[in-house]
């Protein structure tokens, strides 16, 4: 079955340290995109990547790295610099520009700074 | 003022109820809305499009009204499986195309 498959489904980060949430999907989509959710909060876009080598800001960029090398996949590097990182990460995936059909959504990625 | 507001909740209903609650946006130039279904702790899964002309999907009627800016969501005859938080998306071509979020409406349905 097509998907979008995120992992690891929990991570811990200590103070410093960058990880790394990968990102793979199978549905053949070129758009991808990263998200972040806070209690009480929406989604919040990270990043997005509309065709390989290629990827906008979102809202929320800074502190955050992505890399689109590969139709299917779309990591994203959570770095030092991100002051806030405790969040539930959700990656996405859809047909550009066609709203229409909604987007396709990963399982997530809970991580903790500890 | 948020882009996308929602009523937090929690909506407290008893099973069989009917219960409905709306989305108001910011942007009068906002072209497609969704409603999405989010589980605790799991990620949202699309419920369904909003149409102009509202649209129904079993027990879920979804509106639209453009002239004051809101689209509502009615549960018939809920279920103790629509507990879940109902997420309010709208989309423009100025945002190109990209999905703005509201935070949310926690529906609790009780035995």
């Known amino acids: 079955d097509g998907g979008i498959t995120q992992s690891p489904k929990y991570l811990f980060r200590k103070e410093g340290q960058n990880v790394t949430l990968s990102c793979e999907q199978n549905?053949?989509?070129?758009?991808m995109y990263w998200y972040r959710q806070d209690p009480g909060q929406g989604l919040r876009l990270i990043y997005y990547?509309?065709?390989?080598?290629?990827?906008q800001k979102g809202d929320i960029a800074e502190g955050y790295s992505v890399s689109r090398e590969k139709k299917e996949s779309f990591p994203l590097t959570v770095t030092s610099a991100q002051k806030n990182p405790t969040a539930f990460y959700l990656c996405?995936?859809?047909?550009?520009?066609?709203?229409?059909?909604?987007?396709?959504f990963g399982s997530g990625t809970r991580l903790t700074v500890v | 003022r948020k882009e996308v507001e929602q009523d937090p909740g929690p909506f407290n209903v008893p099973e069989g109820a009917t219960v409905a609650f709306n989305c108001t946006y910011s942007?009068?130039?906002?072209?497609?809305f969704f409603w999405y279904r989010q589980d605790c702790r799991k990620e949202p899964k699309l419920l369904m499009s909003?149409?102009?002309?509202?649209n129904e999907d079993g027990r879920f009627t979804a509106q639209l009204n453009r002239a004051s800016q809101y689209i509502s969501l009615l549960i018939r005859d809920s279920k103790l499986s629509d507990s879940a938080t109902y997420l309010c998306?709208?989309?423009?071509?100025?945002?190109?195309?990209?999905?703005?979020w509201g935070a949310g409406t926690k529906l609790i349905i009780k035995p």
């Open positions: 998306v709208v989309t423009s071509m100025d945002s190109n195309y990209q999905l703005i």
């Open positions: 942007n009068s130039a906002s072209q497609s």
């Open positions: 909003v149409y102009s002309s509202g």
């Open positions: 996405a995936s859809s047909i550009p520009l066609r709203p229409l059909y909604g987007y396709t």
């Open positions: 990547s509309q065709i390989v080598n290629d990827f």
């Open positions: 549905l053949n989509h070129d758009a």
